[in-house]
């Protein structure tokens, strides 16, 4: 299983970015995925999650703002950013609970991908 993100970059203050965590390993069930984010000498903390039974969460400094959704089709899970701000800077990490046959659910990374907002 690999979780593979993609959209991160340089925008401008009030700026929008789109960000995308595709997950391929063949047959899987996915029962969460989200995004964390990680500042500069700090630990990670929840940004959205989507969750397969309880819905779609967020932490509040980002509610209002931001957006989660998955293309069930696709098993992507794409995080609309808007309205960002250069505290949003970040680097931002896809993370998921995957379910495999062989494997049962375990807890996957992607490799990050950096969200720098100018003012």
């Known amino acids: 299983v690999q979780l593979v993100e993609s959209g991160g970059g340089l925008v401008q203050g009030g700026g929008t970015l789109r960000l995308s965590c595709e997950v391929s390993?063949?047959?899987?069930?996915?029962?969460?995925l989200g995004w964390r984010r990680q500042f500069p000498g700090k630990e990670r903390e929840l940004v959205a999650r989507w969750d397969r039974v309880r819905g779609t969460d967020y932490s509040g400094s980002v509610q209002g703002r931001f957006t989660i959704s998955k293309d069930n089709a696709r098993n992507i899970v794409y995080l609309q950013t808007n309205s960002l701000e250069p505290e949003d800077t970040a680097d931002y990490y896809c993370?998921?609970?995957?379910?495999?046959?062989?494997?049962?659910?375990?807890?996957?990374w992607g490799q990050g991908t950096l969200v720098t907002v100018s003012s």
């Open positions: 993370f998921g609970s995957i379910w495999t046959p062989s494997t049962g659910s375990v807890d996957y």
């Open positions: 390993g063949g047959t899987l069930v996915v029962n969460h």
